[in-house]
């Protein structure tokens, strides 16, 4: 995927991945890992080379993709995975970003809060689901981030995993909360052989 591609792909989940936070339900949804495991592969490269930052762009993508790239190699790097250069790599590794709109109902593994009253005949409506009832309708921006991982050889996917939470604070990137949502991506990733 070439870079022009690439960031205008990125650029509009940026904004919306940086406040990703894993505290407050990022939604992980991991691929199967057989075919990762099975190809005993332990190095690993990145199938694009990060983004270089112009002089006038106030583009959160700049700033979130050195803590996307940070977090993955730790995290490989815990795992007992290799980085090399790509041309020597045995499997490389990207990332998409997408910006996304929520309904209003909270992903099924972000909370155990629901986001509509309930009662039962005979009781009362707890206040407080009416007043989360009230915060969490609406549209809300989530930020989606999906991990790939692709045979170098001959670009088969291997391994997947999709990062989805809703938005808290578009205006900033925060790397802490990025680090802390792809850690939790890469939680079901097994170690190297």
Do not use: H
């Not at 989940?13 to 407050?24: D, I, R």
């Not at 795992?79 to 209003?104: H, K, P, W």
């Not at 969490?136 to 291997?158: E, H, P, R, S, W």
Request: contains cysteine.
């Amino acid at each position: 995927m070439n870079k022009t591609i690439r960031g205008y792909l990125l650029s509009p989940l940026f904004a919306l991945l940086g406040t990703l936070v894993a505290c407050s339900g990022a939604e992980i949804i991991p691929g199967d890992t057989d075919l990762l495991v099975a190809s005993g592969y332990t190095q690993y490269g990145w199938r694009s080379e990060p983004l270089s930052p112009t002089g006038y762009s106030k583009d959160k993508l700049y700033q979130a993709d050195p803590a996307i790239r940070s977090a993955i190699e730790e995290r490989m790097k815990e795992l007992g995975y290799t980085l090399v250069t790509s041309s020597d790599a045995e499997f490389l590794i990207d990332y998409i970003a997408a910006a996304g709109v929520n309904d209003g109902l909270l992903e099924s593994t972000s909370s155990n809060v629901t986001p509509y009253p309930s009662a039962t005949i005979g009781r009362q409506i707890d206040g407080a689901s009416v007043d989360n009832a009230y915060a969490l309708g609406g549209a809300k921006q989530t930020g989606n981030l999906m991990i790939v991982f692709l045979d170098n050889k001959t670009t088969d996917l291997l391994w997947q995993v999709r990062v989805s939470s809703l938005i808290q604070d578009a205006n900033k990137v925060d790397t802490s909360a990025v680090r802390k949502a792809i850690r939790q991506g890469l939680s079901t990733l097994p170690s190297a052989p």
